[in-house]
């Protein structure tokens, strides 16, 4: 019994760490003239990242200028992200019957892969930024492949 309660304590942290990297995710899709602003400062232009912010924050202060209206598609991305967030509440509180979300989770986080690939080549991102977008599928994948090896775990010793 004492394994039941710690695996479903461990399945309630990571679950909890999901979620606030999929609501700070989402937060961060919303003040990008701001972050990039900061970026780029500190990156001080100097190195391929550098110039890469550089590049664009000026995208987007024109982009803000002219055609603010563009913004509200990250606001919505913003948006998926906040709600996605929200469903993985009921793998926090009930894993086990909930286990179809850690899968979901593990496809979305597979589909990241080739999204950022092939959609970041057709827009001209840099292979390297493409990179570190997978590395999000990469890194979220972790723990919730963690998460439904436990609740698997649970639900035979339940049965």
């Given at each position: 019994?004492?394994r039941?309660?710690?695996l479903?304590?461990?399945?309630?942290l990571?679950?909890?760490?999901?979620i606030?990297?999929l609501?700070v995710?989402?937060?961060?899709?919303?003040p990008?003239?701001?972050?990039?602003?900061?970026?780029?400062?500190?990156?001080?232009g100097k190195?391929?990242?550098?110039e890469?912010?550089?590049?664009?924050?000026?995208?987007l202060?024109?982009t803000?200028?002219?055609y603010?209206?563009?913004?509200?598609?990250t606001?919505?991305l913003?948006f998926?992200h906040f709600?996605?967030?929200?469903?993985?509440?009921?793998?926090?509180?009930?894993p086990?019957r909930?286990?179809?979300?850690?899968?979901?989770?593990?496809?979305a986080?597979?589909l990241?892969?080739?999204y950022?690939l092939?959609?970041g080549?057709l827009?001209?991102i840099?292979?390297?930024?493409?990179?570190i977008?997978?590395?999000?599928g990469v890194?979220?994948?972790?723990?919730?492949?963690f998460?439904?090896?436990w609740?698997?775990e649970?639900?035979?010793q339940?049965?």
């Amino acid at each position: 019994m004492k394994r039941d309660a710690f695996l479903l304590k461990i399945i309630r942290l990571f679950t909890f760490l999901f979620i606030i990297g999929l609501f700070v995710s989402g937060v961060t899709a919303i003040p990008l003239l701001l972050e990039t602003s900061w970026l780029a400062n500190l990156m001080d232009g100097k190195s391929a990242i550098g110039e890469w912010l550089t590049r664009v924050h000026e995208a987007l202060e024109q982009t803000q200028a002219h055609y603010p209206f563009l913004f509200y598609g990250t606001d919505w991305l913003a948006f998926g992200h906040f709600v996605i967030a929200i469903a993985f509440i009921g793998a926090w509180r009930e894993p086990v019957r909930n286990r179809w979300l850690f899968d979901f989770g593990l496809i979305a986080c597979a589909l990241v892969i080739p999204y950022a690939l092939v959609f970041g080549g057709l827009r001209g991102i840099p292979l390297w930024w493409r990179l570190i977008d997978c590395s999000f599928g990469v890194f979220g994948a972790i723990p919730l492949w963690f998460c439904r090896k436990w609740a698997c775990e649970l639900e035979v010793q339940k049965s």
